[in-house]
């Protein structure tokens, strides 16, 4: 079991991807009508069997809405966000009023009271205009809010949920300097002192840590016990000793902020430990295989987007008295590239399915990822040579793609650790 | 006064997609093409929304006539802050043949039914740009009409109104009830948020016949032929004013 968790986090180097955790298969809890039949094809026989791309009415409207939002309130931003490496506020205050930062919180909380399915579909539609904006809906939605409504007390709830669907970011905190891949290995301590306990340590390559509001931070509480000492522990921004250090200067995903943590002496009291003392590794492996879903939307989408800007382009550019699209070697490429990214949405819809039907989905979330991450970069790198010079300037929107879609192969689990993990479950399905 | 409002939600093309004509001219292509709310319809939605949240009216009423796909554009409404939704159930020929003569018998049918103290509808439809219903229903029903509104405000039983004409802005009071359409300067359309798209699922829509409200959907008008405008033939220069004229002359027309 401690050989697992150490091999999957071996070669795992974490960007700016915080670690959440929830535990393993937890089931979806809010109620989804079967899927209809996509509402304007309303011709079609409603089979039991429906197409994976196939959504309920509330589903279509949210992805509608969302479109509509980043088209509007998002794209116009973009290429300023990256050039600046800073999230406009307006944005992150738009995020919030949609109701998008609190997809699965329950509305008494002031949440929306949707589903899993539909979180997968908003950090699809947010990542096709841009993908730092689509993180970080995707880490509030699959890690911070989830860790919350499935391990906090209901004081806790109370305090959190409401600020975190309504105006307050989180940011997780597990890697450090010294251990990305090899997460248990951290050095963080808290030490207990009566009711409370005493945080000494820093963190490393922190998302949203610049807006943040709320840190859920792993430290260990009795580093002789190795990583069954791992405990998550809730620190508020303004907590004295904590320091958020200045931000990395990223290739890409730049709009998102990445920054390293100090913690000096930092007093957190016990009633802020989320979940149980010593049981952090727990969340932490648990969380990784809803956030991968995540991810899987998250670079399904980039692929999309930077599609969706390019052929229209190849359709439009005429050379030797003709559509660049028309030339069979292109005709070739495209379809080639618009196959693997179907390819990326089936499995990607299908892993979200499958977890929200309550069966298992870890090997096919793996799957989602490599996939898709693998798909977004080969889309991004072909986009650019399609569009010629252009899609070499900063004009076009294509090379920020390009450049965003490189941390999808990296973050949340490396390719090469999606792949042993996946071989791993072929392993033991050739057991019986 | 029963402080219900009607508003009209026209179910349309999308204002992005480009548009073709059928192979046989008989109309625009629609199957498979995305449709929307009619922009000003959104407009209008706002305005009503708007003076409910200001307490100045109770509760917001979204009809629109069409067929089964016509409810998405309702569901729109609702989750913009509508409270129900009338749809009027029209399809197959019907609706290819349906204009604003009977949209506003129609509309006048459901206000006496509804007791509506006033119906919002957008100033046209997109489509077909007729900018009738509003006038006809007001006809109709023999109300008051304040049209291409870009200010609507309540004071007591009377609403106050700016109109966008051609020669600046008119101002005027009318009666209630009255028919208002909004024109573009009106408002801005707020976006559907996700939690209220989720509070939508649970209004309702009702659903009604043409012919349970009494009105013969026949259509007066019949369309003979649909095609594309004219392609844009290439201009000419003139040296002088007089050579303009005698250009003018030639094409006949002066």
């Keep these: ?432 | 006064m029963s402080g219900r409002v009607l508003v009209g939600v026209k179910r349309v093309i999308d204002y992005a997609v480009k548009i073709r004509v059928k192979p046989d001219n008989t109309g625009v292509v629609t199957d498979g093409v995305k449709h929307s709310m009619n922009p000003f319809c959104e407009i209008a939605v706002e305005e009503a929304v708007k003076l409910k949240e200001k307490k100045l009216i109770k509760e917001v009423v979204a009809v629109s006539c069409g067929p089964q796909q016509s409810q998405e554009t309702i569901r729109t409404a609702l989750a913009m802050g509508a409270d129900r939704g009338i749809h009027v159930d029209v399809s197959g020929k019907d609706y290819e043949n349906l204009g604003p003569l009977q949209v506003s018998k129609i509309l006048a049918a459901l206000a006496k039914q509804e007791d509506a103290q006033l119906i919002l509808l957008g100033k046209q439809a997109i489509d077909d740009d007729c900018n009738q219903t509003g006038q006809m229903t007001a006809a109709l029903l023999d109300w008051p009409q304040g049209t291409f509104a870009s200010e609507v405000s309540l004071e007591g039983d009377k609403i106050n109104l700016v109109r966008e004409i051609d020669g600046g802005l008119e101002h005027i009071k009318i009666n209630t009830p009255a028919v208002i359409t909004a024109d573009l300067r009106l408002n801005t359309p707020r976006y559907a948020t996700l939690p209220n798209i989720m509070k939508a699922k649970k209004k309702k829509i009702a659903t009604v016949k043409p012919a349970d409200l009494g009105v013969d959907v026949t259509s007066r008008l019949e369309v003979l032929k649909v095609e594309e405008p004219p392609q844009r033939q290439a201009g000419m220069k003139v040296e002088t004013v007089e050579d303009l004229v005698v250009k003018l002359k030639e094409a006949g027309r002066v």
Excluded at chain 1, 229 to 243: A, K, P, Q, S, Y
Excluded at chain 1, 393 to 415: A, H, L, Q, V
């Design chain 1, 1 to 432: 079991y401690i050989f697992l968790l150490l091999f999957v986090f071996q070669s795992f180097k974490q960007l700016s991807r915080p670690w959440g955790a929830c535990q393993a298969g937890w089931r979806s809890t809010s109620s989804r009508s079967v899927p209809d039949v996509a509402s304007h094809h309303p011709a079609e026989v409603v089979s039991s069997f429906p197409p994976l791309q196939t959504y309920t009415e509330e589903e279509g409207m949210m992805r509608e809405a969302v479109k509509k939002y980043a088209q509007e309130r998002i794209a116009p931003l973009v290429s300023q966000m990256d050039e600046n490496s800073q999230m406009d506020k307006e944005v992150i205050k738009s995020l919030f009023e949609q109701g998008l930062m609190g997809i699965e919180i329950d509305p008494e909380y002031g949440g929306t009271g949707s589903s899993f399915f539909t979180s997968i579909l908003v950090i699809e539609e947010l990542a096709k205009v841009d993908p730092s904006v689509a993180v970080l809906c995707d880490i509030q939605n699959t890690l911070i809010n989830t860790l919350f409504v499935k391990l906090g007390t209901p004081a806790q709830k109370e305090k959190y949920l409401n600020r975190l669907s309504t105006d307050m970011i989180g940011s997780f905190c597990l890697s450090e300097a010294e251990s990305g891949s090899d997460a248990f290995a951290l050095k963080t301590r808290a030490e207990k002192h009566k009711d409370y306990y005493v945080i000494n340590g820093s963190k490393m390559w922190i998302s949203n840590a610049e807006h943040a509001g709320v840190f859920l931070v792993m430290a260990n509480v009795d580093l002789s016990a190795g990583y069954r000492g791992i405990t998550c522990f809730i620190v508020d921004r303004d907590t004295e000793g904590l320091e958020i250090g200045k931000k990395e200067n990223k290739l890409g995903l730049r709009a998102s902020s990445t920054c390293p943590l100090n913690f000096d002496n930092v007093k957190v009291p016990e009633k802020n430990i989320l979940g149980e003392i010593g049981h952090g590794y727990k969340y932490a492996i648990g969380m990784l295989n809803e956030g991968r879903i995540g991810i899987a939307a998250q670079m399904l989408g980039l692929a999309q987007g930077c599609f969706d800007h390019t052929v229209p382009y190849t359709r439009q550019r005429v050379q030797f008295g003709k559509r660049i699209f028309d030339f069979q070697g292109m005709q070739h490429q495209i379809a080639h590239v618009a196959t693997q990214i179907e390819a990326a949405r089936l499995l990607t819809y299908n892993a979200a399915r499958l977890k929200e039907a309550g069966r298992t989905f870890i090997k096919e979330a793996c799957m989602a990822k490599y996939f898709s991450a693998e798909v977004a970069t080969l889309t991004t790198s072909k986009c650019i040579e399609w569009m010629g010079g252009v899609g070499f300037t900063k004009d076009y929107p294509i090379e920020k793609y390009y450049r965003d879609c490189k941390i999808g192969t990296i973050y949340e689990g490396t390719t090469n650790i999606q792949l042993s993990t996946m071989a791993k479950f072929i392993d033991k399905e050739y057991n019986v």
